[in-house]
């Protein structure tokens, strides 16, 4: 009796691919929300954190569905001048606050998406400016990026060369040296005849 062959395992990360990403920051999402409630200190942050995350995996569903079709715009430059005043996020950006803040369970969602973005089933994805830019926050409070240096080492300035001292020229022998400075004022009569 012949063997029937198996079917071929299919690859997960082919399969789920790029879409998983959107699974992953929906997953941080509740994740932040289950445990931010607990305290105090980091209940105002869900609601930001939330709709960052959720719009974040919107976006990268979108960006998917448009590599998938071939209809991904070229990456637009970035203007040098701002309209305005730059905004300020409502949750903190520092490196690896998340982590800091939920522990090993914010770690392993971590480590997901960092093994998901070496992938190379994402490498076209992420090879997109507006990806890379929509998940540059998310991978920096989760500690995926190298942390900032807060006041960058100033270079040490240049040591000045003091000029050589000259040393101070002797008078010329046939200069007459300068007059002499009068005991007393010439117009003051002499100690002698001032009365008093």
Not at 119 to 141: E, K, N, Q, V, W
Not at 169 to 174: A, D, K, S
């Amino acid at each position: 009796m012949n063997a029937q062959p198996h079917p071929a395992t299919p690859n997960l990360a082919q399969s789920c691919g790029v879409a998983s990403l959107g699974v992953i920051l929906r997953n941080l999402a509740a994740l932040i929300a289950g445990r931010f409630l607990r305290h105090k200190l980091h209940a105002a942050l869900i609601v930001p954190l939330w709709r960052h995350l959720t719009q974040a995996a919107l976006r990268l569903d979108r960006l998917r569905a448009r590599l998938a079709a071939g209809k991904l715009p070229p990456p637009r430059p970035r203007a040098s001048n701002h309209s305005g005043p730059h905004q300020k996020p409502l949750f903190p950006t520092t490196h690896a606050w998340l982590i800091n803040a939920l522990g090993a369970e914010a770690a392993i969602v971590a480590a997901q998406l960092d093994s998901l973005l070496a992938d190379p089933a994402t490498a076209d994805l992420f090879a997109c400016t507006a990806a890379r830019r929509t998940l540059a926050p998310i991978r920096r409070m989760l500690g995926l990026t190298p942390a900032r240096p807060r006041h960058p080492a100033a270079a040490p300035a240049p040591a000045r060369k003091q000029p050589p001292r000259s040393e101070p020229i002797p008078p010329h022998p046939t200069i007459d040296p300068p007059p002499r400075r009068p005991d007393h004022l010439w117009w003051l009569p002499p100690p002698r005849l001032r009365s008093g």
